[in-house]
């Protein structure tokens, strides 16, 4: 199937283990990792959130 998306939604564990790797970093790693993601998917939600808790502004 070329050209499918698929959605991936991340256990709590792995969720929980994002939002820990994301406490570590500074605010311009942060920030560098959403827009690496684009600002999508579950990284980019979490990061997006992240952001937002931490007032991260790009």
Same mark, same amino acid.
Do not use: C, W, Y
């Given at each position: &199937?070329?050209?499918?998306?698929?959605?991936?939604?991340? #256990? #709590?564990?792995? @969720?929980?283990?994002?939002?820990?790797? *994301?406490?570590?970093? $500074? %605010?311009?790693? +942060? @920030? @560098? +990792?959403? %827009? &690496? +993601?684009?600002?999508?998917?579950?990284?980019?939600? *979490? @990061?997006? %959130?992240? &952001?937002? #808790?931490? $007032?991260?502004?790009?």
């Amino acid at each position: &199937m070329t050209g499918a998306e698929t959605t991936i939604v991340p #256990d #709590d564990a792995s @969720a929980s283990a994002i939002r820990l790797i *994301l406490s570590k970093l $500074n %605010e311009h790693d +942060v @920030a @560098a +990792v959403f %827009e &690496m +993601v684009g600002g999508t998917g579950p990284i980019g939600d *979490l @990061a997006a %959130e992240a &952001m937002k #808790d931490r $007032n991260i502004d790009l």
